[in-house]
């Protein structure tokens, strides 16, 4: 069985959340916040942590940072921890947009 989660997100949006330290810290693990250079990035791994969640169907019930995206050697995003998945991450203009698809 396949699940599939999509997210878009304004990234002035995001640019101005990270502005708190709070926010950093509720949303992105220490690991994310190093890879992060900046609002365009955080923008898209704040979309991929929504798409998981809404992949699982189960509505977000803890902090972002509980799901972490990390990035292979050749760049490509993936949700660590969560072998049975697959995500994309792209951004256009002011917009971030993320996919994730899971399957048992």
């Not at 791994?45 to 803890?62: P, Q, S, V």
């Not at 799901?67 to 660590?80: F, M, R, W």
């Amino acid at each position: 069985m396949f699940s599939v989660g999509t997210d878009i997100i304004r990234i002035s949006r995001v640019e101005k959340s990270i502005q708190s330290k709070t926010f950093l810290e509720h949303v992105y693990t220490q690991s994310e916040r190093d890879y992060c250079k900046n609002a365009e990035s955080f923008a898209g791994l704040f979309a991929a942590k929504e798409a998981y969640f809404k992949a699982k169907n189960t509505g977000i019930n803890d902090n972002l940072n509980t799901v972490e995206i990390l990035h292979s050697k050749d760049g490509s995003p993936y949700i660590n921890g969560v072998e049975k998945s697959d995500i994309s991450i792209s951004h256009d203009g002011d917009y971030a947009v993320a996919v994730v698809i899971l399957w048992e």
